[in-house]
């Protein structure tokens, strides 16, 4: 009589402690400008005229007179927040049946959830290195080779703003194909050669650069349509940008650009009895806006 075989002896069920998903270790998008929560879909804040700003005509004032007199003009400009939903349906037949550690509306939470800050970082990333900005340039000499200079570049950059609003940019955006460049980048590795560490990380980059805020686009996306061949792209590119940000929301400041934020993003779950299903959605109302486009410098294309 033949022994019993592994096959035999177990049947194979799902494992409870492990599975495999995709997605994106995280979203930077919305660290890059200040977050505005607003009461209102749609809106108007106040501009103030730069050039009246930096207008000097205070001076002496005569004995018996009042002495010169300034004034400032007043605009406007509008904001408005879009939807951005993503919805999953759920049956009640895969919420009963599934297996452990299937949870089908946790996971469909998740997943939704997920393609709302993706989408969203896309939108952002749009805006950031878009063309809307005052001040722009692709390097002479792209990062990827080694006879290039990004540090000069990048204090080209820096003067270029400053000489504009007459701040120090804070912030630097890069896409992760420029951060591959330039943590090999032989002029900048000589600059950090006598540190501890030995190599760039993305605080010693910061720090060379003379930014307190150095943030790196890692995020993926699939460009095909469903049922095609995946195409997978970075959303972040090969640009870079800095430039000034307030710390948070402010009156009469510059700032490259702002967040503005509807509510917070939302998660329902909608009962549909002749589905016998429930519609799990996740929204998100927002609308990435260049507020000051003299705040930022954008470097187009910096690799190949």
Known sequence: MASPTTGQVHIDKAM????????????????????VPVQKISDKYFTFDKGDWFRD??????????????????????????????????????????????QPRRDATEYATDKVMLYAERVIAADVFGTGWASSATPSTLWDDDASDPMGDVETGRETVVGLIGREPNVMVIGR???????????????????????????????LFGIPKLLIGNSIYNTAV?????????????????????????????????????????????????????????EWHLDSKTTATDAGYLFKSTVA
């Open 226 to 282: 469903e049922g095609a061949t995946e195409s997978y792209s970075y959303i972040w590119g090969k640009h870079a940008w800095m430039g000034y940000v307030t710390p948070s929301p402010s009156l009469m400041a510059p700032s490259a650009g702002y967040l503005f934020t509807w509510k917070n993003r939302t998660v329902e779950r909608v009962r549909d009895n002749i589905r016998k299903a429930d519609l799990v959605r996740v």
């Open 16 to 35: 409870t402690n492990v599975s495999i998903a995709y997605r994106n270790e995280n979203y930077i998008g919305d660290q890059v400008f200040p977050t």
């Open 177 to 207: 194909e420029v951060w591959s460049d330039l943590r090999h980048h032989p002029d900048l590795l000589d600059r950090i050669k006598y540190t501890s560490v030995g190599r760039i990380t993305p605080e010693l980059l910061a720090n």
């Open 57 to 102: 005509e205070a001076g002496l004032r005569s004995p018996g007179t009042v002495g010169p007199i300034v004034e400032f003009s007043l605009g406007s400009a509008a904001y408005s927040c879009q939807p951005i939903a993503a919805g999953m349906w759920v049956a009640d037949e895969v919420v009963d049946n599934a297996d452990a550690p299937l």
